[in-house]
């Protein structure tokens, strides 16, 4: 299955995220938009993974996460991958003040690392991806529009868990099923909580 460790964002965020795409859409063609309720903040893609291996990926990321307690992130700001005057994605900015959502991703991803999967060789950059876009479309009026865009503050959100989530494809979108959720807490953490047959 094809799998990813994540920070599912808030109902608010979601809803902002919403609004800021509606307001793109009016001005920027040719961008396939992810659906706001499908949009993560991704810590670790681990791709095709066999199903019995779920236990011993929660278990080392339950590990890697120990001591980190509950924290806030603000979701402000936005840009262009790989640059604004010529970009392929759109995105969101994620301010991390304290430092700990990098933090929290770079134990995930030594800890992933013990188990085989490949570290990433690009330095962790959080963001939000907002859309897509179609090869030489889009690109006239998306350098204003992303510019604009730049001043976006969506507000703060906390963290209180990561999730395992299962992703597939499918011709109208990529579904994606939690599989467990991991806890954070200051002193431990809590048993990672199953999420298969829950909605």
Do not use: C
């Not at 109902?11 to 040719?30: A, T």
């Not at 199903?51 to 402000?76: L, M, S, Y």
């Not at 085989?116 to 690109?139: A, C, I, N, S």
């Amino acid at each position: 299955m094809r799998s990813f460790l994540a920070v599912e964002l808030s109902r608010e965020i979601e809803e902002g995220i919403r609004r800021i795409q509606e307001k793109l859409k009016r001005r920027v063609e040719g961008v396939r938009w992810l659906r706001p309720e499908g949009i993560h903040l991704t810590l670790k893609f681990l791709g095709e993974i066999d199903p019995d291996r779920i236990e011993e990926i929660v278990d080392k990321a339950q590990q890697a996460v120990k001591g980190i307690g509950p924290f806030e992130i603000r979701i402000k700001g936005g840009g262009g991958f790989p640059n604004t005057k010529n970009p392929r994605v759109i995105w969101l900015g994620v301010e991390d003040q304290g430092g700990l959502l990098r933090e929290l991703q770079a134990r995930v991803e030594k800890g992933l690392e013990e188990l085989g999967f490949k570290r990433e060789e690009r330095d962790y950059t959080p963001h939000l991806t907002l859309g897509r876009l179609r090869t030489g479309r889009g690109k006239g009026g998306v350098a204003q529009a992303i510019k604009d865009m730049g001043d976006s503050d969506l507000g703060a959100m906390k963290i209180r868990e990561i999730v395992l989530f299962q992703s597939q494809l499918k011709p109208s979108g990529a579904e994606y099923t939690k599989l467990r959720t991991i806890p954070l807490e200051d002193r431990g953490n809590p048993p990672a909580r199953d999420q298969r047959d829950r909605g």
